[in-house]
Structures are given as C-alpha cells and as structure tokens.
Nanobody
Framework: QVQLVESGGGLVQAGGSLRLSCAASGRTFSTTAMGWFRQAPGKEREFVAAIKWSALSRYYAASVAGRFTISRDNAKDTVYLQMNSLKPDDTAVYYC??????????????????WGQGTQVTVSS
C-alpha cells in the first residue's frame, strides 16, 4: 500500500502562486508515476499534471500548461505542484494520485491506484 498526503492549499488572490506538496509513504518503490487532479464544485474530477519516474516525463492539461510545474524530490518521496498565475477557474480540491502501472494515459484517473484526501485551493478575483 501507498499512502499519500497533500498539503499547501489555501486562499490566494488571482495572479498569485501556491505550491502543493504530496508526501508518499509505504511501498513507494512500487509506483511508476504520480499525478495531480482537481475537482471543482459541481464538476467532474479533471487531470492537471503527471510525472513518470522513467525519464521524468511530465504531462500537463492544456488549461495549466505554462503556469503549473510538477516536480519530484526523490529523497523526500514527495511530488510538488507549483502553481503560478492562478485564476479563479483554478479553484478546486486538488488530489494527488499514484500508480503502479504503465500509465499509458496520464489523464485517465482510473489508471491510478492510490489517492490522497485532497487539499482545497481557492483563488479570489
């Protein structure tokens, strides 16, 4: 099993920045990739970003590309999501997720095996 704990959410004004953290514990060596998803009130959960351990490939949703950066600290078993130029549309609960599989489609939430509890991000206009 792998446990994921997110932190770093909060309230920020439009144009501001936040950095989310996702600390992994347990059988982290079994994972091959991690990702971030978000869910706004009344909307479906959507893909934000992902990073694969092999070649450190990174993937982003079009809506966040150029503003968000996903990274990993191996020593801390932690994945980060740096969010810049935040917009009110970025308001959502952000979840991190990890997979044991090949993650042939990083945007597919069904391919992830473990999920965190989520952290709220609110961007005011």
């Amino acid at each position: 099993q792998v446990q994921l704990v997110e932190s770093g959410g909060g309230l920020v004004q439009a144009g501001g920045s936040l950095r989310l953290s996702c600390a992994a514990s347990g059988r982290t060596f079994s994972t091959t990739a991690m990702g971030w998803f978000r869910q706004a009130p009344g909307k479906e959960r959507e893909f934000v970003a992902a990073i694969k351990w092999s070649a450190l490939s990174r993937y982003y949703a079009a809506s966040v590309a150029g503003r968000f950066t996903i990274s990993r600290d191996n020593a801390k078993d932690t994945v980060y999501l740096q969010m810049n130029s935040l917009k009110p549309d970025d308001t959502a609960v952000y979840y991190c997720a990890a997979t044991k599989g090949s993650l042939y489609d990083s945007t597919d939430s069904g391919l992830y095996d473990y999920w965190g509890q989520g952290t709220q991000v609110t961007v005011s206009s």
